[in-house]
């Protein structure tokens, strides 16, 4: 079975964020392999180890997005594909979705792999566009995958509780943090992933429009804070003053 | 005036709330069509008149209940080549998602997720949008038409103003080749509990409830309260609660009368699902915890001696 799993490289989630002049996120500095994808990344080796194949990383970023890409070597994956240009810098999420298909339509997947959401952008948006552009079905909020042939079958997060989709491949699937634990890089894939290829990819040999954006940000602004209440020690006398503020809030 | 398609999802035949308070904004925004699909689509018809809709394309047929996205995208393309609406917000839930981008990619639209509110604004739509895990707020224009907007939940009240809507017959033939993702099975886990988005009073364990063999104290106190349980990312990703109550950026956004954080530091990510509870209680070791600044009150104490006194304080008061 080939897998092609999207990895992104995002700020570090424990680092402060900082903006650039034209308002998009700086990704200059403290970047890690967004920790959905390392999820992503995990199912896909579990999927090739229970039935064989190859584990295929597809990420679109600046050069040293091969860092994140590197890291889900280490994991364990194939090999890697990079689509980095300049002119992508702030794509919105439809010409990644575009660049992105251009690049696994020529892997041929049975299966494409993306994490639900981005920890950075957190729209969502890119997988449905994905599997739009590629003419794959979706099967998403998955928590568990089982493959058995050509059928693949998730366990679909719901409010309350879950649906059992399935499909037939090729599919994409975007799966929650619930799905896998990660596993740690072994000195073992640490070496190996050096050796592994990373192929850099032009955005001019995909034939892909880069044309209108689908949004622009027109303004930033800090957004409306809470005013402080009062902070106080326990002291033994937190529970009745809590009390007091339930039944001052009508709720007791 | 522009034209607004509200994509009403429906669960269980009933219209979501968050498509009710779309229909609230759409209502200033313009004139507002709505699209229902699925088993009770003709009964939402009725319920999304009441809210404003002058006409509600509806299709009772079942593949859009049984397959995930590709249906429901069909429609809404096929509705939108004939009406041409200006503008078409989504909920931003799990459905409506999958079904937005999907349809963008197919119109080549201009698509903005997660908001908060949209404006009209030199004949086009800009959206507010949380930016940096919520610090900040970006103005985001939507280029291309239609423009397809994502609002969060809770982003507006729902209100009907009374009306009656005219109901159109959708006229579309699902093909198989969209008959694919198939939902064979629905399994509910929770109990009928009440539901998190809807409580009157949330309380909400994070890193500092110490594990999943504390939340439990959290479930007593709300069961007295009569509210619902939350968590913060960082225990959800941890594996101590499903992912059913996350509560922020990438979970669930509540607006509750009382909102009790425990154990909770209050990143960004968090807060932007919890912020605009009408009082917020935190109960928490660390003083410096940022959500000890945006609460109405701040805690300083162990939440596993605390919490269990609340209860019977709780139990205490409303026996007594």
């Known amino acids: 079975m080939k897998i092609v799993v999207t990895v992104k490289q995002v700020p570090d989630p424990n680092s402060n964020l900082t903006l650039e002049a034209d308002n998009t996120i700086s990704r200059e500095k403290e970047v890690v392999l967004d920790p959905g994808d390392e999820c992503g990344v995990e199912e896909g080796l579990q999927l090739k180890e229970a039935h064989g194949g190859e584990v295929i990383l597809v990420s679109m970023g600046p050069e040293r997005a091969k860092d994140a890409i590197r890291k889900g070597l280490s994991m364990g994956a194939d090999r890697g594909v990079l689509i980095s240009d300049a002119s992508l810098a702030g794509a919105d999420a439809l010409l990644t979705a575009r660049v992105l298909a251009a690049v696994i339509k020529q892997e041929e997947p049975d299966l494409v792999i993306c994490a639900t959401e981005s920890y950075d952008g957190s729209t969502g948006m890119v997988p449905p566009m994905l599997a739009e552009l590629l003419g794959f079905p979706q099967l998403t909020f998955a928590k568990k995958v089982e493959v058995d042939g050509s059928t693949v079958k998730v366990h679909r997060q719901t409010a309350d509780g879950y649906q059992i989709v399935e499909a037939s491949t090729p599919a994409l699937i975007t799966v929650t943090a619930a799905i896998a634990e990660p596993r740690y890089a072994s000195l073992k894939g640490i070496m190996a992933a050096r050796s592994k290829e990373i192929k850099q990819v032009a955005a001019s040999e995909l034939g892909v429009e880069k044309g209108q954006p689908a949004e622009t940000i027109e303004g930033v602004v800090e957004a409306e804070a809470r005013k402080a209440g009062e902070v106080i020690e326990d002291d033994g006398s937190a529970v009745e003053k809590i009390v007091q503020v339930l039944a001052a809030a009508k709720v007791l | ?320």
Request: proline share 4%; aromatic share 4%.
């Open chain 2, 1 to 320: 005036m522009p034209s607004i398609l509200v994509y009403a999802e429906l669960s269980e035949g009933k219209v979501a709330s968050t498509s009710l308070e779309l229909m609230t904004k759409a209502r200033e925004l313009g004139d507002v069509y709505a699209v229902a699909l699925g088993a009770g689509a003709k009964t939402a018809a009725s319920t999304l008149g009441k809210h404003g809709a002058k006409v509600v394309h509806v299709s009772e047929d079942s593949a859009f209940d049984d397959y995930v996205a590709e249906p429901a995208t069909d429609a809404l393309a096929s509705l939108y080549e004939k009406e041409k609406p200006d503008l078409i917000l989504f909920g931003f839930a799990p459905d409506s998602r999958e079904v937005a981008g999907r349809l963008a990619a197919r119109l080549g639209a201009g698509l903005i997720s997660n908001a908060l509110d949209v404006v009209a604004k030199d004949g086009g739509f800009v959206a507010q949008v949380p930016y940096f895990g919520g610090a900040k707020v970006a103005s985001m224009k939507a280029n291309g038409k239609p423009a397809i907007v994502l609002i969060r939940p809770k982003s507006f009240e729902a209100s009907a103003k009374g009306g009656t809507a005219e109901v159109k017959q959708l006229d579309v033939k699902v093909g198989d080749g969209s008959k694919r993702a198939h939902i064979a099975e629905r399994v509910v886990e929770a109990s009928e509990k009440v539901k998190l988005e809807e409580a009157r009073i949330v309380i909400s364990g994070g890193r500092g409830m110490g594990g999943p063999q504390n939340f439990p104290l959290l479930e007593e106190l709300a069961s007295a309260l009569g509210g619902a349980v939350g968590a913060s990312r960082a225990v959800v990703d941890a594996g101590w609660v499903p992912y059913s109550m996350q509560v922020g950026q990438t979970g669930k956004s509540v607006r509750p009368g009382v909102y009790i954080a425990v154990g909770i530091s209050g990143a960004m990510q968090h807060t932007v699902g919890m912020k605009t509870s009408k009082i917020i209680i935190a109960i928490n070791k660390d003083a410096e915890a940022p959500i000890m600044k945006m609460a109405d009150l701040g805690v300083v104490g162990d939440a596993l001696k605390i919490v269990p006194a609340l209860t019977a304080a709780v139990k205490a008061k409303k026996n007594g």
